[in-house]
């Protein structure tokens, strides 16, 4: 992965949970020790994994 899209990346969960302190919701890592976080509010749990996926093009 390269410095830019990890940096990218760490953008996007910021903003992510920015978004939830504003909102109230708690923003943890995985219970299950698995790499990612959820978002907890209330009753609900919503578990998110990041993952660098690479898109090449076919047929150049």
């Known amino acids: 992965?390269?410095?830019?899209?990890?940096?990218?990346?760490?953008?996007?969960?910021?903003?992510?949970?920015?978004?939830?302190?504003r909102r109230g919701y708690a923003f943890e890592l995985r219970d299950n020790g698995e790499a990612g976080f959820q978002i907890v509010n209330d009753d609900a749990r919503f578990e998110f994994t990041l993952e660098a996926l690479r898109c090449g093009r076919q047929g150049s």
């Open 1 to 21: 992965m390269s410095v830019e899209t990890r940096d990218r990346a760490l953008l996007i969960t910021q903003a992510i949970a920015d978004e939830c302190d």
